[in-house]
């Protein structure tokens, strides 16, 4: 069975940093790449960061370029998000999510979209005040 559990969510003031971790269990060598979104009430699910599985490879949002980072440990099947400078913006749900193999045949962009994922976290709630 597949699990994916966030943690690391936070109340942290601009500027300040926090690492999220999703630990993910059931599912590390069949799948494509796993990426982490977030959603504010009322609003889209938006991509943030993704990494390739094999190849780990890195993709972001323009928004938090220079500022997030996402790494995976393929051992212990973790990935994480490191955030630093962050912005009342960043204020949000965080979700990690994995995608199979596959889900980025023919895709040309850069952050696959939501519907190219298969299994969602509960997710992390992070709140950055001014």
């Known amino acids: 069975q597949v699990q994916l559990v966030e943690s690391g969510g936070g109340s942290v003031q601009a500027g300040g940093s926090l690492r999220l971790s999703c630990v993910v269990s059931g599912y590390t060598y069949n799948r494509d790449s796993m990426g982490w979104f977030r959603q504010v009430s009322g609003k889209e699910r938006e991509g943030v960061a993704q990494?390739?599985?094999?190849?780990?490879?890195?993709h972001y949002a323009d928004s938090v370029k220079g500022r997030f980072t996402i790494s995976q440990d393929i051992v212990k099947n973790i990935v994480y998000l490191q955030m630093n400078s962050l912005k009342p913006e960043d204020t949000a749900m965080y979700y990690c999510a994995a995608a199979p193999l596959g889900a980025a045949f023919r895709w040309s962009g850069d952050l696959l979209p939501p519907s190219k994922y298969n299994y969602w976290g509960q997710g992390t709630q992070v709140t950055v005040s001014s």
């Open positions: 990494i390739y599985t094999r190849t780990s490879t890195t």
